[in-house]
């Protein structure tokens, strides 16, 4: 027995069984392999496909987001603008109107000034008509307490009211 040249039978029969092999295969399994590696082949298209939708939609969203981020910046802004032009007007307001309620208080103190002073002239005038009266009377009650004064001063009068 020779271990280094096989003998041609058992070539013959090792080809026609691969054949019989490859052939079974072909039949049998050769269309179910080729099938799922397409369907694997299909699936990592489709994959490598959505990956790229999926890359695509998300930088849409980013460029959106940043669009929307613009947008709520630019409504802040105005929103703040808006707040402190209402602020300055308020702030305006207020200070017409205080200056409104100092010039009211002011005219009705100026008022309020003129009528006591009014009514304080008025009591002065009053005053010095009553003292004038009293200082009269004393004066006349001395004068005609003497009957020559009082001859005097009739004569006076009348010589007074004929020049008139």
Known sequence: MDLVTPGFGLIFWTVISFLILLFVLRKVAWKPILGAVSEREEGIKKALASAEEAKQEMKN???DNEKLLQQARAEREAMIKE??????????GAKDEAQAEASKAIAGAQATIEAEKKAAVAELKQTVASLSLDIAEKIV????????????LVETMLKDANVN
């Not at 009650?141 to 005097?152: T, W, Y």
Request: no cysteine.
């Open 83 to 92: 707040a402190r032009e209402i602020k300055a007007s308020m702030i305006a």
């Open 141 to 152: 009650k001395s004068e005609l307490s003497n009957k020559d004064k009082q001859l005097e």
């Open 61 to 63: 969203l980013h460029s």
